[in-house]
């Protein structure tokens, strides 16, 4: 529904009419994007330190990596709702002074479990920035310009996730790991201040909340990922992953109900099989199952099958998102030429491509470094193909004009990430190749999936820079 008059009365229409926001908003939305990426995977490579330090065995530390992630996951439906409540400048505002606490709670944490603590708030801080930065990326600039700041939202992705690991490393060793967490603290405030100056101010919604689908949605996908992490470990009772599937699903089951009936639901699940917001949902899955499979048993392999040392790993691991950074503003640049669908279809073949050849080099325990470094190149060129066609098309759709919308697009991303890394968990050493194999299949259903549907022109009043668009 289109708005006759801007709020406002004058002011906003004045603000309806204001031409797309400069490099400083741009920069300041990046900059929030690289926090979110690489506060999540900075402390990867330090973690043995970390526990020596706190004389705990590696197993919990562990949670120290994976705390933040999982807050992510869990959070994320909510976050789609608070950027509609309260604007996109106030959420994403919160969201950096959230990300602030948690990263000065993590170099002061005196215990392994603050710390831990003090990562999950890092994680909620984290999981309010996309929603709010993809919806300014979506609402600040024309359609023509879209794939372009999509691809440039990709590239800072993807730089967080290269610096992150390397960084990490070479500041524990030299000054210990709290240092990592006193590096960050300047950079977020620096963010947080050019975010304050430079976000457009936006008229919040008054969105009722609705809990009983925003409760069973979130009880439903924490049940589905405490399965899948649980199942592979050792000492967990063999009843406790089926339970969660089970609470799982039948929480999924009572938020889909309870859309369908509820007028002021927390978002239509007929919205969700819209073809624009599936394909790109599913596009992302495939792109987050794939990357973290490959960054997690990749190195594995290299380490102890290869027998490379630490540091000749992790430049070949950096092949990957450096790649992944430096194509992901060309790829936006292919998509405006040839459209994002043709993109996105390529991305897909590509990065089935890579799961066939990384689960038989895997599978086939091969000491082989060339390949792999080759197909490291590859996935890190799938991986843009994919992520920018696939936010394009997520904001593109109905789905995506709500905030809700995005948060479960994003939500989609951090599910295929654990779902990579418990996929590793479950078959590292000894049947990889069927992981892999795993992930190629799910690939065949992605490109299956991208060739459903027309391709849906955009909607009048895209290009209106506030947001004030048609349904």
């Known amino acids: 529904m289109t708005s006759a008059r801007p709020p406002g009365g004058a002011a906003g229409s004045r603000?309806?009419?204001?031409?797309?926001?400069?490099?400083?908003?741009?920069?300041?939305?990046?900059?929030?994007?690289?926090?979110?990426?690489v506060s999540n995977n900075i402390v990867n490579v330090p973690l043995r330190q970390i526990t020596d330090d706190f004389v705990a065995p590696v197993t919990q530390g562990v949670l120290v990596a994976a705390a933040s992630v999982l807050v992510l996951a869990v959070a994320m439906p909510l976050t789609g709702w608070i950027t509609d409540r309260f604007g996109r400048r106030r959420t994403l505002v919160l969201a950096l002074v959230v990300l602030l606490a948690g990263t000065v709670g993590s170099a002061i944490s005196p215990t392994l479990?603050?710390?831990?603590?003090?990562?999950?708030?890092?994680?909620?801080?984290?999981?309010?920035?996309?929603?709010?930065?993809?919806?300014?990326?979506?609402?600040?600039?024309?359609?023509?310009?879209?794939?372009?700041?999509?691809?440039?939202?990709?590239?800072?992705?993807?730089?967080?996730?290269?610096?992150?690991?390397?960084?990490?490393?070479?500041?524990?060793?030299?000054l210990g790991w709290r240092s990592i967490f006193w590096l960050l603290v300047p950079v977020t405030v620096a963010v947080l201040l050019l975010t304050i100056w430079r976000m457009p101010r936006d008229q919040p919604q008054p969105v009722p909340i609705d809990l009983p689908g925003v409760a069973s949605l979130t009880l439903g996908v924490a049940a589905l990922m405490a399965a899948i992490t649980l199942a592979p470990q050792v000492g967990v009772p063999p009843w406790a992953a089926p339970l969660g599937v089970l609470v799982g699903v039948v929480a999924l089951a009572v938020f889909v109900v309870s859309g369908l009936r509820r007028p002021n639901a927390f978002i239509d699940p007929r919205l969700l099989i819209e073809i624009r917001w599936l394909r790109s949902a599913v596009g992302v899955f495939v792109q987050q199952v794939t990357l973290f499979s490959v960054l997690v048993a990749v190195p594995l392999h290299l380490t102890g099958v290869v027998q490379l040392s630490g540091t000749m790993t992790g430049l070949l691991v950096f092949l990957l998102p450096a790649v992944w950074a430096a194509s992901a503003p060309l790829v936006g640049l292919l998509a405006d030429r040839i459209g994002p669908r043709s993109v996105l279809r390529t991305g897909l073949g590509v990065l089935f491509t890579v799961d066939v050849g990384i689960g038989v080099l895997l599978g086939s325990r091969s000491t082989a470094v060339v390949p792999v470094a080759v197909l490291l190149v590859v996935a890190g060129l799938g991986v843009a193909l994919v992520q920018t066609p696939s936010l394009t098309g997520a904001t593109r759709s109905p789905a995506g004009?709500?905030?809700?919308?995005?948060?479960?697009?994003?939500?989609?991303?951090?599910?295929?990430?654990?779902?990579?890394?418990?996929?590793?968990?479950?078959?590292?050493?000894?049947?990889?190749?069927?992981?892999?194999?795993?992930?190629?299949?799910?690939?065949?259903?992605?490109?299956?999936?991208?060739?459903?549907?027309?391709?849906?022109?955009?909607?009048?009043?895209?290009?209106?820079?506030?947001?004030?668009?048609?349904?």
């Open 15 to 37: 603000d309806a009419l204001a031409p797309p926001p400069g490099a400083w908003l741009l920069a300041a939305l990046l900059g929030a994007t690289f926090l979110g990426t």
């Open 113 to 174: 479990d603050l710390l831990v603590a003090s990562r999950a708030v890092q994680g909620l801080g984290c999981a309010l920035v996309p929603t709010a930065v993809m919806g300014t990326l979506a609402r600040r600039w024309p359609a023509h310009r879209r794939n372009r700041v999509m691809g440039a939202w990709g590239a800072a992705n993807g730089i967080g996730q290269a610096v992150g690991p390397p960084i990490g490393g070479l500041l524990a060793d030299a």
């Open 401 to 471: 004009q709500k905030g809700a919308g995005l948060g479960l697009f994003n939500m989609m991303r951090f599910i295929g990430a654990s779902v990579g890394a418990a996929g590793v968990a479950a078959t590292f050493p000894e049947h990889l190749a069927w992981l892999f194999g795993g992930c190629a299949a799910v690939a065949v259903l992605g490109l299956a999936l991208s060739f459903a549907g027309r391709e849906m022109l955009e909607a009048p009043g895209a290009d209106a820079p506030t947001g004030h668009r048609a349904d």
